[in-house]
């Protein structure tokens, strides 16, 4: 195409919503008019699956759930009185309770008030408040927000050595919609010990967001938090910002959080729309389908050019991988769907992989995040009549172009500023493209069975772990690691008893072991104490 056809393309498949201030341009994805002719059928059972997810249909037939994170921001659209109640009575709960924190009015009991916030989850626990707050949080925010989202120890003794001297007045937010999830139950029992050191009382200083009747509820009523607030189980983790989740950790940083909301709830209104051109989500979902052939075959590049949004990148990998990454699809045929995610932000990126992208191997579609604002008030000149700001703009549109001409295809998506309002509908048009899209290629998007696994194999490897002290504490001499593996009745399981013990002898963990680490079979191992 030349340029004048380029430019005509563009103008064709341009969207934008003058409200919101968007804009959409999938011009530069190589689709044809027949591509898209033929998509049709598949689109208008997508935008009805997704009419039905909305209506309160079981649209996570595995888990025999519903689906209503758009019901979050439109709680009319609650399928009943009862779950509408639920969305406004936790969103009136959770505005009081930031606002009586702001006031001092809930204070921990040593100090007048709360000055910072240790949020403790992981996942869809942690990616949403993370990805907001980077966005969104002023920099005098009324709380600072630190995360603790691993079960690294190290990581952990660098936050909390951070709030040593804070930590009476630091807020402990536990979130996990499961109420089990081993990171972060070792990450809440580590701050509680750490409080514990210091003689304040940990449940005067924590709150859980959670599922009804788990564990850590449980926990938060029987040691007399400061209050719960609930998850409810037709949202899922990483549709789970606009829930109880991401909004406590916002409305807590000063964020307007009902901005956030109504940009949501605006951009779900533009695209439950079931003219394709007329939709953006369906038309992201389009451009996905053509890239990959629906079959995830390009990798997608995120890179928004601003600084403040390069967590959306990381919030986009598990929103989509986790989604629609599936081995089986909804008829049970082995389909192995997915789209890889991966990005940071440009155009610092441009310094890093984009050789790769503009040169190497052809496995990838781009994602631009255009932002027009620059900043507030004017900029310094950096050259005569330029400015930082139109060396970004510039670096994104070379890019866009470079990497056009060498054959590899990109998605430009324009917003106004960065606002709570278009963070909100940023949030909304990914959650709907994931749908459509899961609609398109015949898969649940809202389940995640493939994550048991890896949480099955550590919990035998911990046991195992048990097993080899045991052993190794009754033995009075030492003994190789096969010898050991037979004992715990494990021959099969070497590798891992090698790795068990490794680890617990860098950590001084009372194991002794002689010989060379390089010879495996050579080491000798008896128990120190
Ligand atoms: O909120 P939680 O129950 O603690 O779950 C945290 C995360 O862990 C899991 O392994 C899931 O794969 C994620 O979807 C979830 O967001």
């Given at each position: 195409?030349?340029?004048?056809?380029?430019?005509?393309?563009?103008?064709?498949?341009?969207?934008?919503?003058?409200?919101?201030?968007?804009?959409?341009?999938?011009?530069?994805?190589?689709?044809?008019?027949?591509?898209?002719?033929?998509?049709?059928?598949?689109?208008?059972?997508?935008?009805?699956?997704?009419?039905?997810?909305?209506?309160?249909?079981?649209?996570?037939?595995?888990?025999?759930?519903?689906?209503?994170?758009?019901?979050?921001?439109?709680?009319?659209?609650?399928?009943?009185?009862?779950?509408?109640?639920?969305?406004?009575?936790?969103?009136?709960?959770?505005?009081?309770?930031?606002?009586?924190?702001?006031?001092?009015?809930?204070?921990?009991?040593?100090?007048?008030?709360?000055?910072?916030?240790?949020?403790?989850?992981?996942?869809?626990?942690?990616?949403?408040?993370?990805?907001?707050?980077?966005?969104?949080?002023?920099?005098?925010?009324?709380?600072?927000?630190?995360?603790?989202?691993?079960?690294?120890?190290?990581?952990?003794?660098?936050?909390?050595?951070?709030?040593?001297?804070?930590?009476?007045?630091?807020?402990?937010?536990?979130?996990?919609?499961?109420?089990?999830?081993?990171?972060?139950?070792?990450?809440?029992?580590?701050?509680?010990?750490?409080?514990?050191?210091?003689?304040?009382?940990?449940?005067?200083?924590?709150?859980?967001?959670?599922?009804?009747?788990?564990?850590?509820?449980?926990?938060?009523?029987?040691?007399?938090?400061?209050?719960?607030?609930?998850?409810?189980?037709?949202?899922?983790?990483?549709?789970?910002?606009?829930?109880?989740?991401?909004?406590?950790?916002?409305?807590?940083?000063?964020?307007?959080?009902?901005?956030?909301?109504?940009g949501?709830?605006?951009m779900?209104?533009?695209?439950?729309?079931?003219?394709?051109?007329?939709?953006?989500?369906?038309?992201?979902?389009?451009?996905?389908?053509?890239?990959?052939?629906?079959?995830?075959?390009?990798?997608?590049?995120?890179?928004?050019?601003?600084?403040?949004l390069?967590?959306f990148?990381?919030?986009?990998?598990?929103?989509?991988?986790?989604?629609?990454?599936?081995?089986?699809?909804?008829?049970?045929?082995?389909?192995?769907?997915?789209?890889?995610?991966?990005?940071?932000?440009?155009?610092?990126?441009?310094?890093?992989?984009?050789?790769?992208?503009?040169?190497?191997?052809?496995?990838?579609?781009?994602?631009?995040i255009?932002?027009?604002?620059?900043?507030?008030?004017?900029?310094?000149?950096?050259?005569?009549?330029?400015?930082?700001?139109?060396?970004?703009?510039?670096?994104?549109?070379?890019?866009?172009?470079?990497?056009?001409?060498?054959?590899?295809?990109?998605?430009?998506i324009?917003v106004?500023?960065?606002?709570?309002?278009t963070v909100g509908a940023l949030i909304a048009l990914y959650?709907?493209?994931?749908?459509?899209?899961?609609?398109?290629?015949?898969?649940?998007?809202?389940?995640?069975?493939?994550?048991?696994?890896?949480?099955?194999?550590?919990?035998?490897?911990?046991?195992?772990?048990?097993?080899?002290?045991?052993?190794?504490?009754?033995?009075?001499?030492?003994?190789?690691?096969?010898?050991?593996?037979?004992?715990?009745?494990?021959?099969?399981?070497?590798?891992?008893?090698?790795?068990?013990?490794?680890?617990?002898?860098?950590?001084?963990?009372?194991?002794?072991?002689?010989?060379?680490?390089?010879?495996?079979?050579?080491?000798?191992?008896?128990?120190?104490?």
């Amino acid at each position: 195409m030349d340029q004048s056809q380029l430019w005509q393309r563009y103008q064709d498949w341009l969207y934008y919503d003058p409200d919101l201030n968007f804009y959409l341009d999938i011009s530069r994805m190589r689709f044809s008019d027949q591509f898209v002719q033929e998509m049709q059928p598949q689109f208008q059972k997508a935008f009805q699956d997704m009419a039905d997810l909305e209506a309160g249909a079981i649209a996570n037939p595995d888990e025999n759930r519903m689906v209503g994170h758009y019901w979050l921001r439109n709680p009319d659209l609650a399928p009943n009185a009862e779950l509408k109640a639920d969305i406004t009575d936790t969103l009136e709960k959770l505005k009081t309770f930031a606002a009586q924190v702001h006031s001092g009015y809930i204070h921990p009991p040593k100090e007048a008030r709360f000055t910072d916030v240790i949020s403790i989850g992981i996942g869809g626990s942690a990616l949403g408040p993370q990805f907001v707050s980077q966005a969104l949080a002023p920099l005098d925010a009324p709380l600072n927000l630190h995360f603790i989202d691993n079960t690294d120890p190290k990581g952990i003794d660098d936050q909390l050595e951070q709030l040593r001297d804070r930590l009476s007045s630091t807020l402990v937010l536990v979130i996990s919609k499961s109420g089990g999830t081993p990171e972060t139950r070792n990450g809440m029992i580590e701050v509680q010990k750490a409080y514990e050191a210091q003689n304040l009382n940990f449940g005067s200083h924590a709150v859980a967001i959670t599922g009804k009747g788990s564990k850590l509820e449980q926990i938060a009523i029987s040691e007399g938090w400061i209050t719960t607030f609930p998850m409810h189980d037709w949202v899922g983790g990483r549709t789970s910002e606009m829930s109880a989740v991401g909004l406590v950790p916002a409305a807590l940083q000063g964020i307007d959080i009902d901005s956030i909301l109504e940009g949501a709830k605006t951009m779900d209104n533009l695209t439950r729309k079931s003219q394709l051109k007329t939709n953006p989500a369906a038309l992201l979902s389009l451009a996905w389908y053509a890239a990959g052939n629906g079959k995830g075959e390009k990798d997608m590049v995120v890179l928004p050019y601003k600084d403040s949004l390069s967590l959306f990148s990381r919030y986009l990998q598990q929103l989509v991988m986790e989604s629609l990454g599936k081995e089986k699809d909804l008829d049970g045929n082995t389909v192995y769907q997915g789209i890889a995610v991966y990005g940071n932000k440009g155009s610092t990126d441009q310094h890093a992989y984009v050789q790769q992208l503009r040169e190497g191997v052809p496995n990838f579609f781009a994602t631009f995040i255009e932002v027009l604002k620059d900043r507030d008030g004017d900029s310094p000149e950096v050259e005569a009549g330029v400015t930082s700001g139109d060396y970004l703009s510039g670096l994104l549109q070379g890019t866009r172009l470079a990497l056009y001409e060498n054959e590899r295809d990109s998605i430009t998506i324009t917003v106004g500023e960065v606002t709570p309002r278009t963070v909100g509908a940023l949030i909304a048009l990914y959650e709907r493209a994931v749908g459509l899209y899961a609609s398109l290629v015949n898969i649940n998007a809202y389940h995640q069975p493939g994550v048991e696994a890896g949480k099955k194999a550590a919990a035998s490897i911990l046991e195992l772990q048990n097993n080899v002290i045991e052993v190794l504490q009754q033995e009075k001499t030492s003994l190789s690691l096969s010898e050991i593996a037979q004992k715990v009745n494990a021959p099969d399981s070497v590798e891992a008893i090698y790795k068990i013990i490794r680890h617990l002898h860098s950590n001084y963990r009372g194991v002794k072991v002689e010989g060379n680490w390089g010879k495996p079979s050579d080491l000798k191992i008896s128990w120190a104490n």
